[in-house]
């Protein structure tokens, strides 16, 4: 079946610090990817998503590039904040609607001053 | 603003007493699912909705019910509760176009014990 696998953490970093959350993924046809982030207190909310080989999401300073060669969809930041401390998800989801997105276990982040 | 509720946030309860975590959406998806959040494990989830009236079970059914009389609510019913299903419960809704973006609720945390 589908899987994601994602870096372990927890990450700390110093704040402007590159960031580098790695993700794998596992799937029998061509599937969306997704990064979601989890602030402290709060549901998951969409980071950025890509639909195809190639493709970059990008939002609020991170990027990510579907690798299909590689199946890989990391994460990146070229200056991390305090304020980006939080839990990251990456997700795939395989076909529309009815099947459940597929999540890694989350890799915490913390930014420190 | 479009959003998806959950009530009640917290819920401390004993084993064996029946509740039901309530979820609403007002984007008039069709979608719905309920997962829950565990340490070290991610998110898992419980069943999902494609429509009213029509529910499947995701990969941790075991212990829960669902219902979806209406296209807006889709709540959680644990009929007999155990502490091993102490966890962080999070309710999304998402159109089914792809790609799947999925917005979640604010998540409940339920304690049994």
């Known amino acids: 079946g589908d899987s994601v696998t994602q870096m372990e953490g927890p990450v700390t970093l110093s704040e402007e610090a590159f960031l580098t959350i790695n993700c794998t993924y596992t799937a029998t046809g061509y599937p969306s990817l997704f990064w979601y982030v989890q602030y402290p207190g709060e549901g998951l909310q969409l980071l950025l998503k890509a639909t195809k080989a190639d493709d970059k999401g990008s939002n609020k300073g991170f990027e990510a590039t579907y690798r299909k060669e590689t199946t890989s969809f990391n994460l990146e930041k070229g200056s991390v904040q305090v304020s980006d401390s939080a839990v990251y998800f990456c997700a795939l989801s395989d076909l529309p609607g009815n099947t459940p997105l597929v999540f890694g276990k989350g890799t915490r982040l913390s930014v420190i001053a | 603003e ?57 990969d941790v059914p075991e212990g829960y019910k669902v219902s979806r009389k209406e296209k807006r609510n889709f709540p959680l019913i644990l009929e007999s509760p155990s502490p091993n299903q102490t966890s962080l419960y999070f309710c999304a809704s998402t159109t089914g176009r792809i790609p799947d973006t999925q917005y979640f609720g604010p998540g409940t945390r339920l304690t049994v014990l």
């Open chain 2, 2 to 58: 479009a959003q998806v509720t959950q009530n009640p946030r917290y819920l401390i309860t004993v084993t064996g007493k029946k509740l039901t975590v309530t979820c609403s959406q007002n984007m008039n998806h069709e979608y719905m699912s309920w997962y829950r959040q565990d340490p070290g494990l991610g998110l898992r989830q419980i069943y999902y909705s494609m429509n009213v009236e029509v529910t499947d079970k995701g």
